[in-house]
């Protein structure tokens, strides 16, 4: 009953169909320059597996599900990238969101990339580190149990930007 109100009000039709990418002001972040640890950070509640590994740096999806989920429930999944102007920020941005829509029945995600802050990386292998976490969802979406849009396999692009 959940999956289908969330499917028809909230998603509108598609399964998986928001890829949240938010572009927060860069400036704050860089002023913090907070290091990230060098070990996978923790949520409780949620699990976390590596999409990709470039050297020593392995890429962390937080996994956010809902209680007693099992992958032959089929829910709808969404997908979110912390801002940072490609310099700094951390998975840790949308923790809160993806606690609330894991309680109201999605499978809800957050992944870490590459930021120069921490990698010493340009925008260019930012984005190729969130196409690869893209790539990962959708080539896991059976094995974690969630939908991706039946009709077209295709993932949504959602751009948030905060004032």
């Not at 050297?55 to 996994?63: C, E, K, P, S």
């Not at 930021?115 to 969802?137: E, F, M, Y």
């Amino acid at each position: 009953m959940v999956t289908r109100l969330l499917t028809k009000n909230v998603l509108a039709g598609a399964a998986l169909a928001v890829l949240a990418l938010a572009m927060t002001p860069s400036s704050a972040i860089a002023q913090k320059k907070a290091a990230q640890p060098r070990q996978p950070l923790q949520f409780k509640g949620a699990r976390s597996e590596v999409y990709k590994t470039i050297g020593d740096v392995a890429l962390q999806m937080y996994i956010f599900e809902p209680a007693g989920h099992k992958a032959a429930d089929r829910r709808p999944a969404v997908v979110f990238f912390f801002g940072g102007g490609w310099k700094g920020g951390t998975p840790k941005q949308f923790e809160h969101q993806c606690r609330y829509l894991a309680s109201r029945g999605m499978v809800a995600m957050t992944a870490d990339y590459r930021v120069s802050s921490r990698h010493g990386t340009k925008a260019v292998q930012c984005v190729t580190d969130g196409k690869s976490a893209v790539r990962w969802v959708r080539e896991n979406a059976k094995r974690l149990g969630y939908l991706l849009n039946a009709s077209t396999s295709r993932v949504s692009l959602l751009r948030i930007m905060w004032p």
